[in-house]
């Protein structure tokens, strides 16, 4: 059984930061993709930053030049280091994986949820 778990949120004034880790275990297959996702009351879930098995990133508009997407390949993690935050940057953080299983086939998986809020 596949496994997302996300740790690190919390509660951090603004211009501060926080780092988001995400660990996915228990799939089959080895390569994957893994993003990391945000949802604000009232929003719709959007993507934060991606990062592929072999390490290319992307990044929302609203967070490039703030946030950085890393992983280690080894543990199956992913971490999301958030910098100068804003109250706008206040949402829950889901961590998301692909395991792919042939070249564009895969299994998408969710973690729980990590809520991260910033004061003004």
């Known amino acids: 059984q596949v496994q997302v778990v996300e740790s690190g949120g919390g509660l951090v004034q603004a211009g501060g930061s926080l780092r988001l880790s995400c660990a996915a275990s228990?799939?089959?297959?080895?390569?994957?993709?893994m993003a990391w996702y945000r949802q604000s009351p009232g929003k719709q879930r959007e993507l934060v930053a991606s990062?592929?098995?072999?390490?290319?990133?992307n990044y929302a508009d609203s967070v490039k030049g703030r946030f950085t997407i890393s992983r280690d390949n080894a543990k199956n993690t992913v971490y999301l280091q958030m910098n100068s935050l804003k109250p706008e940057d206040t949402a829950v953080y889901y961590c998301?994986?692909?395991?792919?299983?042939?070249?564009?086939?895969?299994?998408?998986?969710w973690g729980q949820g990590t809520q991260v809020t910033v004061s003004s």
């Open positions: 990062i592929t098995n072999g390490g290319s990133t």
């Open positions: 998301n994986a692909r395991f792919y299983y042939s070249a564009t086939g895969y299994y998408a998986y």
């Open positions: 228990g799939s089959a297959f080895s390569r994957n993709d």
